[in-house]
């Protein structure tokens, strides 16, 4: 006769003993965290119902206060075990501003499923047993104990290996700034004497080498109308590799490498990204080339460091792309970051390639919102990550264990650490952090050179029909104010990032873009920030025109770069073209939509205008050859021309472009070096509202970590 199990549940390939904590899928052991189980198994006990967040959060930490992204963590985790969809789930669903819901059939038989139908997997941890001796107790206790000493012994073996393979993690906490304003890009050399750096003075950026214990500086490369993307050094100290890119239309990014203390470049090879790694034996060297295609989005390549023997590891889809590639200390491997941030859910991965074999696996076993860079331990025992948790979190530093894919913060301050650095020793780390300036301005289109500064601001802002401008604050909330600089009010007090907003014609709703259901979604709300309500389920992204009478909203897909439409109650969502577009901009009358994209013959940047009634191409626009970056397009009221904001060179200028005739976009002022996030002309055609600001880099020595 069998013995009865109880919290036993079986759904799709699934099993879950409640009793013994395990989540199997067919009779292999999936693992959970424990508090992803619990809330696996309040969401099935409650199965086919809502289950409301704040019960949730009661149920799993009670007695405690916990931010309501804790939660969320959880749930992901749990659809990442369960291989689960937010936007088309199979087991968990979201229910907007309440909650979540089980919603696979459960099987649960407490009263006919035994002990002698449970997996092996199951029986063998231990359940239930009619008979229990005193060795049996004995044996199992001393068996526990024996397990608990090793486990001790493990981790502290594995702290003193990483201790002492990096004394900068066993060190207490000392930075210190060794050079600000302008730098971008740093990397020290494996002595731990001299750090390289690139510096921007006047436009242009130069790359310099100073030593730490003189703070001696000498230039490497001369200043030059170019951008770098990312600087590496090899492993006898010898010679560093940089990438930069040409501020002109199309952009050309090279490889090169120079002698570590001056000297003529030599290029290596063409079309890369900015992350760049020498082998152990600085014979060759890996980097990401990203063409942005659907089959071919980004690719790592090697290539020896004379330019010669270059071929490609591995190609990614779209949208996935690839960054950080760094060689393993043996040389027997790649670390690389694999992912998408445009959906603003944590999609970001560390990944590992066997160079052998060319598999590749995942190995954090966390993900992350964004990696922006990574370097090995010196055993290969574990690597630093520069990583955010979240969309609106802090660049932190992370350790993660090579071994078990265990990922431990080791920088906990509000800091924004984009690079890192580490010499041969582990024993001192360059890394650069960043903050901002971005602030909210408003100016009539006719005086552009002494703007009124409103607010604390960082990317979209939208006019409402009576004049206000709504406006994405530094805090990651919507928020409202006049153009004279009164009447400031927050609409939106979310822990997730309520970002984009657009104000629909009769002045009714906000329509904005939210991570707080896992992915950035499109989000409505009343004027005043009452009755918040996700509009979006499936592809999501920001929002760009509401027809006048409200039926539609059209937005832009922040994964595919296409422009979709959505019906205002949610029920009707498609895409509207799958054209890969660029920051589109609707006219007034919602006629015509004008964007960017790239022309596929020669890759330069071009502004198109489509037809919505048939979505036909109208016309199309030249940028000319020193267009470097696109920006945001903004019609005037009329719809017979529009405004755009686009780098030409380092300056952010300001074009407008009639559609009559054949007539050339005349330049209206020169809005400086810094960059211009977004900006919007107002109803009267006179008034322009912007944000801009820039990015303030400031290299720091790190020699603790503790």
């Known amino acids: 006769m069998s013995l009865a199990i109880r919290d036993f549940y079986r759904f799709g390939d699934f099993t879950v003993d409640g009793e013994q904590k395990v989540l199997l899928q067919k009779n292999s052991p999936v693992p959970l965290a424990p508090k992803v189980f619990d809330t696996l198994l309040i969401l099935i006990g409650s199965r086919g119902r809502i289950v409301e967040k704040r019960d949730l959060m009661n149920r799993l930490w009670p007695d405690t206060f916990v931010e309501e992204s804790n939660l969320t963590f959880n749930i992901q985790q749990l659809r990442k075990a369960l291989g689960d969809n937010a936007r088309q789930p199979r087991f968990i669903e979201t229910v907007a501003r309440r909650g979540y819901r089980f919603i696979a059939e459960v099987q649960e038989n407490p009263n006919e499923i035994g002990r002698d139908e449970l997996p092996a997997a199951v029986a063998e ?6 008979k229990r001796t005193y060795f049996s107790v004995t044996a199992f206790s001393f068996l526990v104990l024996a397990l608990i000493v090793m486990i001790v012994w493990f981790t502290r073996r594995q702290f003193v290996v990483s201790s002492n393979s990096a004394p900068i993690l066993s060190r207490p906490a000392k930075s210190e700034k ?24 006047g436009g242009k950026q130069s790359v310099w080498l100073r030593q730490l214990s003189t703070s001696e500086n000498i230039q490497i490369v001369p200043p030059s109308d170019y951008s770098y993307l990312g600087l590496a050094i090899s492993h006898d100290g010898n010679s560093l590799f940089f990438v930069r890119k040409s501020l002109t239309n199309p952009p050309l990014s090279e490889l090169y490498r120079v002698m570590t203390f001056g000297g003529i470049p030599a290029k290596i090879t ?39 023997n270059e071929r490609r590891l591995f190609t990614s889809k779209r949208p996935t792309r690839l960054a950080g590639v760094q060689f393993s200390p043996d040389g027997k491997s790649l670390a690389f970051a694999s992912g998408e941030s445009s959906n603003g859910a944590t ?10 074999t060319g598999s590749v696996r995942q190995l954090a076993n966390k993900n992350f919102f964004d990696i922006t860079n990574l370097k090995w331990l010196p055993d290969g025992s574990g690597l630093l990550i520069a990583a955010k948790e979240n969309y609106d979190g802090p660049l932190r530093i992370w350790l993660v264990a090579s071994d078990t894919g265990e990922a431990k913060p080791v920088t906990r301050d509000a800091t924004d650490y984009m690079t890192l650095s580490l010499d041969a020793a582990a024993d001192k780390m360059v890394a650069t952090h960043t903050s901002n300036t971005f602030h909210l301005f408003v100016a009539n289109v006719n005086d552009l050179a002494n703007p009124k500064t409103l607010s604390v601001a960082r990317t979209g802002l ?29 609409l939106t007090n979310s822990s997730f990032s309520d970002v984009l907003p657009y104000v629909s014609p009769d002045n009714r709703y906000v329509y ?8 950035s979604q499109v989000w409505r709300m009343n004027v005043d920030g009452t009755n918040q309500l996700q509009i979006t389920k499936r592809e999501g992204g920001s929002p760009k025109f509401v027809t006048p009478d409200g039926h539609w909203i ?14 205002s109650d949610g029920s009707e969502e498609s895409e509207f073209t799958g054209n890969k577009i660029y920051s589109p901009a609707f006219s007034p009358d919602g006629q015509k939509v004008a964007y960017f994209f790239r022309d596929h013959h020669d890759n330069s940047l071009k502004i198109g205008v489509m037809l919505v009634a048939d979505r036909t191409l109208l016309k199309a626009f030249d940028l000319g050859k020193n267009t470097s970056e696109r920006g945001k397009i903004a019609w005037q009221q009329d719809g017979e021309g529009f405004y755009y904001v686009a780098m030409n060179g380092p300056e952010s200028l300001l074009w407008h472009q009639s559609l009559s005739g054949d007539r050339q976009s005349q330049m209206i002022a020169n809005l400086g070096s810094e960059e211009v996030a977004d ?3 107002g109803a009267d055609g006179n008034t322009f509202a912007f944000i801009r600001g820039k990015w303030i880099y400031e290299a720091v020595l790190i020699e603790g970590l503790q």
């Open 270 to 308: 063409d079309h890369t990204e900015g992350t760049v790694s020498a082998s152990p034996d600085d014979k060759q060297v890996s980097f990401t080339r990203c063409n942005y295609k659907d089959d071919d989005f980004c690719s790592l390549n090697l290539i020896d460091v004379d330019g010669n």
């Open 554 to 567: 059209y937005f832009e897909s922040g994964l595919h770069q296409t422009i979709w439409r959505v019906s």
């Open 347 to 356: 999609d970001f991965y560390l990944m590992l390639m066997d160079l052998a």
């Open 125 to 130: 941890a231990g359940g239930p047993q009619a």
């Open 462 to 490: 939208a006019f409402a029909p009576d004049g206000k401008i709504v406006y994405e604050g530094n805090d990651g909330n919507i928020w409202a104010i006049n153009r004279e600089g009164g009447e400031q009010r927050q």
């Open 512 to 519: 904005f873009t939210s991570n707080r259901s896992g992915s």
């Open 679 to 681: 900006f919007a002309l």
């Open 178 to 201: 060794f050079v600000t304003g302008g730098v971008v890009r740093t990397v020290i050399t494996p002595d731990g004497k001299y750090v390289a750096f690139t510096s921007e003075n």
